[in-house]
């Protein structure tokens, strides 16, 4: 990325979209200057100009919630950033995983989606959202916060009761087996911060 092609508005400012590297949830808008730009090339933490406060500020500088840099581009007009970060917790500051968690139309009003697969990205979400927000009583806040000593026993205890499922040749045992395995498998992929993606490219490749 070439800091000297960024075009910055008559302000002096640059919109910055700040994505999740592995769930790839867009996490919040902000804006840069050179500065706090430069700052965020060189440190590999997000840095942003407040519009509000006319002055640069550092992401979790006072709440903990930094957000590591694993990759900045800019869009074909160069005026506009998308920042790829690994949070190491929410990015709004209501304590949500992402800034946009408010639908306009509506919970009731999203159209039902025709993707077989969309629930895996809907579930990869909702796991990285657990890993940031930490929700008392939930499972999967339970998961990572005991490490991935005991995620990995899950996985291994899930795989175990799909093979007995099959053995047994039991569909509907099977089925759900497989859907706590999957479960468990993306809770392991998201604490090694191993995209989804990337097994997906991993399986193209074997094609």
Known sequence: MNLASVKFDEKGL?????QDAVSKEVL???????ESLKKSVESKETWFY??????????????????TIVD??????????????KPAG???HKGEY??????????EKREV???RFAILNEL????????????EGSYTTYLFEEGVDKILKKVGEEAAEVIIAAKNRDGEELKWEAADLLYHLLVLLREQKLPLDEVLTALQKRR
């Open 98 to 107: 992402s800034c946009f968690h408010e639908s306009l139309l509506g919970a």
């Open 124 to 135: 990869e979400t909702i796991i990285a959202q657990r890993e940031t927000e930490l929700p």
């Open 14 to 18: 640059v919109p910055a979209i700040v």
């Open 72 to 85: 900045m581009r800019y869009d074909c007009d160069q005026d506009a950033i998308l920042v790829l970060v």
């Open 50 to 67: 407040s519009r509000s406060r006319q002055e640069l500020w550092h992401k979790g500088e006072t709440s903990g919630n930094t957000q």
């Open 113 to 115: 989606s025709t993707d």
């Open 90 to 92: 929410p990015a709004c």
């Open 28 to 34: 919040t808008l902000a804006y840069m200057n050179k």
